[in-house]
């Protein structure tokens, strides 16, 4: 399917799901269903780099938690509407995934891992001490009245915006999979010594893939305030964020745009489902004796499990 057919069909996709869910007048299966697009976003955002690249990055929540900071900040300041505050997350996202990709991207393996976790720890031990936005106390955000088609239910509104925005940054992962671009990053994942020498520009393919995966969290981390009306640094830089942008694409698999999909849909559905009928207190518990699974019956994840089945 060609990008723009490929793009309206992600778009419908989206919309039909949020039709859905109105229709069975079930304001629960809202919050629940962002939880679950939201983390399609992640799980994305984290491949283009960790898969299509081969550069695991354990920072998934400072990303995510710079996005919902820049809306508090732009909250105090003079509140805007949530695509804006989405492009707003990207930016400065986008921005410290650049700079930190410059810093770090000359290191390789587990000590670019091992950078990305630093630097979410020096992002939060800088939150808690901004007094602006809160610091150890947390920050209080208030949702507006109603949506803006007049519904009084304003999870609505943030399901419908991230469903969107989740068909958008799929749209993304595929088009750059299919593209000169993501041939490089391919280049990177499977020799980078080789492609280097090939005339790779490595750095540079790098650096893209960095700003790109660092922007698209932050785009997914901007509503996050409003969804939950309080943020501090312990929820915004939560260790389920970093679990699950690494555990839902290996489920899926890396390998293309469908994996990180499958892999959130599945793992993301099954915490929301333990979270009512059981506690949140075993999720990462369920992420990782799931994980464990696949990583000993299935390293390929459900889309090798797809395509071993036919040979």
């Known amino acids: 399917m060609r990008p723009l057919p490929f793009l309206a069909s992600a778009i419908a996709v989206a919309i039909v799901t949020f039709l859905v869910i109105l229709l069975t007048g079930s304001e629960y299966a809202f919050v629940a269903g962002y939880v679950v697009v939201q983390y399609i ?12 690249t081969g550069y695991v990055n354990f920072g998934t929540a400072a990303f995510f938690a710079l996005g919902a900071y820049s809306t508090v900040v732009v909250y105090k300041l003079y509140p805007l509407p949530i695509p804006v505050l989405m492009v707003i997350g990207f930016v400065v996202s986008g921005a410290i995934g650049l700079g930190t990709g410059y810093l770090t991207l000359r290191l390789r393996g587990v000590y670019f891992s091992i950078a990305t976790l630093a630097l979410a720890v020096v992002l939060q031990t800088a939150i808690t001490n901004w007094n602006f936005v809160g610091g150890s106390r947390g920050a209080y955000v208030i949702r507006p009245g109603e949506t ?27 088009l750059v999979e299919r593209s000169r671009l993501g041939y490089g990053f391919a280049t990177i994942r499977d020799d980078e010594l080789a492609a280097e020498a090939s005339g790779v520009p490595t750095l540079r393919l790098k650096l893209i893939a960095t700003t790109l995966s660092g922007g698209l969290m932050g785009m997914a981390g901007a509503p996050y305030p409003y969804y939950i009306t309080y943020i501090d640094p312990v929820s915004g830089f939560n260790l389920g964020y970093a679990v699950n942008s690494i555990a839902m694409p290996l489920v899926g698999g890396m390998s293309s745009w469908a994996g990180p999909v499958m892999g959130a849909v ?28 696949f990583v000993i019956l299935a390293p390929n994840g459900l889309l090798g499990l797809m395509q071993r089945r036919p040979r």
């Open 41 to 52: 976003v992640l799980a994305t955002a984290w491949n283009i780099l960790g898969g299509y």
């Open 148 to 174: 803006p088609w007049g519904s009084a239910n304003y999870m609505e509104y943030l399901f419908l915006t991230m469903a969107l925005l989740a068909a958008v940054v799929v749209w993304i992962a595929r």
């Open 266 to 293: 599945l793992l993301g559905t099954i915490q929301e489902v333990a979270r009512v009928t059981i506690s949140s207190a075993i999720n990462l518990l369920i992420v990782g004796v799931i994980l464990i699974g």
